[in-house]
């Protein structure tokens, strides 16, 4: 692997400004909210009629970017209370649907209360629980029965069906839960969550994944004569963190789902995305300087000032992040600047763990200390997934780009 070229000069700009408003060193997330507006609204606008786009919250739950969002998705899909709070923030009224496994009382009780479209119901047991706690709202609350399916895709990178997860309900006991909800009087089945994957890059993959969710859905209304409307196929368009440069192939995409979903959905099904990954990843960069340079034991290192705990994904998926190096020629010290020149460097961070590394062993053709690294696909789980509290730091500073 190698060292990247700058591919964005707003970026670099952006960054290098904020070094000489700053008298510090550089340690910043970055985001890009007119590029990630433009992204969304294709992907919106491209869809077909039958579809609407929510987004994941969990992906990049700050709030400018929920702000940035708003106008271009039908929704958001929210898995707490903090999350709820976030989204009602930005708006009063924008739908949101409720996931995750393990809501407690309190979490059903204020998702019922704030206007929920839907509630993903993830087991046998949340049913009967949610039907008893809208029992004592004298209401009816909308839902799909999260599915845990037999068979999924086989090459994404985060499995949450086809095998034993804690993630929604096994399909072997689906029926059994539709049945539970043509008795009970407080819940109203309206269709189906498949979500079920992540970080799958294979389009022709995707559609089959689409295809399979319709199918079933398309078997439970024969077997129980009761017409569904919701069709959620979850998220899981994925990033090439190896190849940044590739990007999954969104209108191969769109083409085979219109065929798709005119061979297989029925007119009345809405067909739910809720994609996180793939709206935000590529519009977030991590940008952080270089402090110091060493060799030890015939390897090189970069220390920055920031690191997994403001960027864990690297860490958490054993993964170099593709990074690339802003030059800063300024040099203060009256001494020589330490670099290095055409060889591999592994990027660490300032913790005190040898697991604090960003990328190992990636081709430079020149770094030196005070140059800044930055880190592209960083938008999505990257600062909302990491140890932030891990060594007391401080943490990054935010830039918008509007
Ligand atoms: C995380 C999650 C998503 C978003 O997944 P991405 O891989 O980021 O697209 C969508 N739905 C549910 C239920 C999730 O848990």
Wanted: proline fraction near 5%.
């Amino acid at each position: 692997m190698a060292m990247r070229t700058i591919k964005n000069p707003m970026i670099q700009e952006a960054i290098i400004d904020w070094k000489e408003k700053k008298n510090k060193p550089v340690c910043a997330y970055l985001y890009d909210l007119k590029g990630l507006q433009e992204h969304v609204k294709n992907l919106s606008e491209s869809l077909p009629h039958q579809c609407r786009l929510f987004y994941a919250v969990k992906a990049n739950a700050d709030i400018k970017i929920l702000k940035a969002l708003q106008p271009y998705v039908t929704g958001f899909e929210i898995a707490s209370i903090g999350e709820l709070n976030k989204v009602r923030s930005v708006s009063s009224t924008v739908p949101m649907i409720f996931g995750g496994p393990g809501k407690t009382d309190e979490e059903l009780r204020v998702a019922i209360t704030n206007d929920i479209s839907f509630i993903h119901v993830e087991s046998v047991f949340e049913l009967q629980r949610l039907n008893w706690i809208a029992e004592q709202y004298k209401m009816v609350v909308p839902i799909l029965l999260r599915v845990n399916l037999q068979t999924t895709v086989p090459e994404a990178r985060l499995k949450m069906a086809g095998l034993p997860t804690q993630f929604g309900i096994d399909e072997t006991q689906i029926p059994l839960a539709i049945q539970m909800t043509k008795e009970m009087k407080h819940v109203k089945l309206h269709g189906f969550h498949f979500h079920a994957m992540s970080n799958n890059l294979d389009e022709k993959q995707h559609v089959l994944f689409v295809k399979h969710c319709l199918e079933q859905t398309d078997k439970w209304e024969k077997e129980f004569a009761q017409c569904f409307s919701v069709v959620n196929v979850g998220g899981g368009v994925g990033i090439h963190y190896d190849h940044p440069d590739k990007r999954f192939d969104w209108e191969s995409f769109n083409n085979q789902l219109q065929l798709i979903l005119k061979q297989h959905a029925h007119p009345l099904w809405t067909v739910v995305f809720e994609l996180g990954r793939y709206i935000t990843a590529h519009h977030g960069y991590y940008a952080t300087e270089i402090l110091d340079i060493k060799k030890n034991y015939g390897k090189n290192f970069a220390v920055l000032r920031g690191g997994t705990h403001h960027l864990r994904l690297p860490a958490a998926w054993k993964m170099n992040h593709p990074f690339s190096i802003i030059p800063i020629e300024q040099w203060d010290y009256p001494f020589a600047r330490f670099g290095i020149t055409q060889d591999a460097v592994t990027i660490v961070g300032e913790l005190c763990t040898p697991n604090d590394v960003l990328a190992r062993d990636v081709f430079c053709p020149n770094v030196r200390v005070g140059d800044i690294v930055l880190f592209e696909c960083a938008g999505a789980y990257g600062w909302d997934i990491s140890h932030s509290q891990f060594l007391s730091h401080p943490y990054p500073e935010f830039i918008y780009l509007e």
